[in-house]
Nanobody, 118 residues
Framework: QVQLVESGGGLVQPGGSLRLSCAAS????????MSWYRQAPGKERELVAV????????NYADSVKGRFTISRDNAKNTVYLQMKSLKPEDTAVYYC???????????WGQGTQVTVSS
């Protein structure tokens, strides 16, 4: 059974930090490109960051460059999103996504809420 379980969300003040985790099971994690998306109320889901299967390549949305870092631990089947200098506009539900090749297999997590507010 394939599972992607996000954790680490919560309420944080502007300027604060959070680290999200996404634990994977039921598939060969090391073969999959992993990414984080987010969806704010009333907005479309958007790509935040992506990391290649062996972690050698990363890419970020312009809105989070320099503040967020994506990483993965293939031994633990987990992908992380370290978020710093958080802003109210970062408030959203954050989802992790696993993709094999050119979308021959795609899995989504259930999401974790991040709220940035004073």
């Amino acid at each position: 059974q394939v599972q992607l379980v996000e954790s680490g969300g919560g309420l944080v003040q502007p300027g604060g930090s959070l680290r999200l985790s996404c634990a994977a099971s039921g598939f060969t994690f090391s073969r999959y490109t992993m990414s984080w998306y987010r969806q704010a109320p009333g907005k479309e889901r958007e790509l935040v960051a992506v990391i290649s299967s062996i972690g050698g390549s990363t890419n970020y949305a312009d809105s989070v460059k320099g503040r967020f870092t994506i990483s993965r631990d293939n031994a633990k089947n987990t992908v992380y999103l370290q978020m710093k200098s958080l802003k109210p506009e970062d408030t959203a539900v954050y989802y992790c996504k696993a993709v094999l090749g050119v979308a021959s297999s795609v899995y989504w997590g259930q999401g974790t809420q991040v709220t940035v507010s004073s």
